[in-house]
């Protein structure tokens, strides 16, 4: 519960000093070229104005995607039994917002919140000498620190690679026994949460892909990992420079 307190009171901070920035005119100062050093005169003609990021800037992102993935481990504690599950996994990510703040040109720290992050999974189930077939649809709402590095081209496109990490509890949807038409659903805990990847922002749009893991333990004493690819598109909001 303290985790929760205290990344959704960052996450609301946040949002609103990047509403108050935005309205904020932005202030240029103005050279005269008289009186510039040579060297400062030849990085206005090449159209360079390092830093590209004047400071600590806030910015938020709004993004969409979807998941693709493989592989799937269960082990039942309570009862010894393992299983193992070959998953194809599809997913999506409605709406994901990132709060944070942009340091100079090369480093963004935020808190993450997945407000409608869906996955489905179309199982067979291999344990007890037999293979059973399951449909799963989870729920889930992440709660991440996600820090970024960048390396800006120019002022308008910035690559980045990106690490995040925290937790998701997760709403489980399932088809109870081997193809008949009976929906079950359960709340399966808080699990660990991480991401790796890699993308660019060119000006307001921002594009990304990479690695996800779940892993952790379910309400029944399950231990799972849960690895998928994911691709993302999004918008960034405050200011750019």
Not at 40 to 60: C, H, Q, T, V
């Amino acid at each position: 519960m303290k985790k929760i307190v205290f990344c959704l009171a960052l996450f609301i901070t946040m949002t609103a000093a990047v509403l108050a920035q935005e309205g904020k005119p932005v202030v240029k100062a103005s050279a005269d070229a008289t009186t510039m050093p040579y060297e400062a005169k030849e990085s206005l003609r090449a159209g360079y104005d390092r830093p590209y990021i004047k400071g600590a800037r806030f910015n938020a992102y709004f993004d969409f995607g979807f998941d693709i993935g493989g592989y799937k481990r269960y082990a039942y504690t309570t009862s010894g039994d393992v299983y193992d599950i070959h998953t194809t996994l599809l997913g999506l990510h409605l709406f994901n917002p990132t709060l944070g703040v942009r340091i100079f040109d090369y480093g963004f720290v935020g808190v993450q919140i997945g407000l409608a992050d869906v996955e489905m999974l179309f199982s067979k189930v291999l344990g007890n000498h037999s293979t059973q077939s399951v449909d799963m649809f989870t729920q889930s709402y992440p709660i991440m620190v996600d820090l970024r590095g960048f390396i800006p081209i120019n002022k308008d496109i910035h690559p980045y690679i990106e690490y995040a990490y925290g937790w998701a509890p997760e709403f489980v949807f399932f088809e109870k026994g081997n193809g008949r038409e009976h929906w079950m659903f359960e709340y399966n805990d808080w699990f660990n949460k991480m991401r790796l990847g890699i993308g660019f922002d060119i000006k307001r749009l921002s594009l990304g892909l990479g690695w996800n893991r779940n892993y952790g333990y379910g309400n029944d004493g399950t231990m799972f990992k849960r690895d998928y690819f994911y691709m993302k598109i999004g918008v960034k909001v405050g200011r750019c420079e």
